[in-house]
């Protein structure tokens, strides 16, 4: 059974930073594309960040392009997210997920979460203006 769990939110003030763990199980993590995603409150699930299986590509949303940074650890089944500079708007639950497909995947794939199969429960990040 694949499992992801996530940590590492938690209440920080604008222009902070903050390092989002998920650990993942029941997979042989190190073929799987890995993605972060997140839900602010009133909102729908947004794309934010994904790696590709072999942590070659990544790719990053708009709004978080050059504030993120997305990486893998295969050895220890971990994929990270470094947030930077965060601002109030960034407030969210962030989610973990992996690529329902094993290899390599395109840009626009790994942007849609209909394109993950498994999740974690979600962190809460919240950013303080």
């Known amino acids: 059974q694949v499992q992801l769990v996530e940590s590492g939110g938690g209440l920080v003030q604008a222009g902070g930073s903050l390092r989002l763990s998920c650990a993942a199980s029941g997979r042989t993590f190190s073929m799987y594309s890995m993605g972060w995603f997140r839900r602010a409150p009133g909102k729908e699930r947004e794309f934010v960040a994904a790696?590709?299986?072999?942590?070659?590509?990544?790719y990053y949303s708009d709004s978080v392009k050059g504030r993120f940074t997305i990486s893998r650890d295969n050895a220890k089944n971990m994929v990270y997210l470094q947030m930077n500079s965060l601002k109030p708007e960034d407030t969210a639950v962030y989610y973990c997920?992996?690529?329902?497909?094993?290899?390599?995947?395109?840009?626009?794939?790994?942007?849609?979460?209909?394109?993950?199969?498994?999740w974690g429960q979600g962190t809460q990040v919240t950013v303080s203006s």
């Open positions: 790696i590709t299986w072999n942590g070659g590509n990544t």
């Open positions: 997920a992996t690529h329902r497909a094993f290899g390599p995947s395109t840009a626009w794939a790994l942007s849609r979460d209909v394109e993950y199969d498994y």
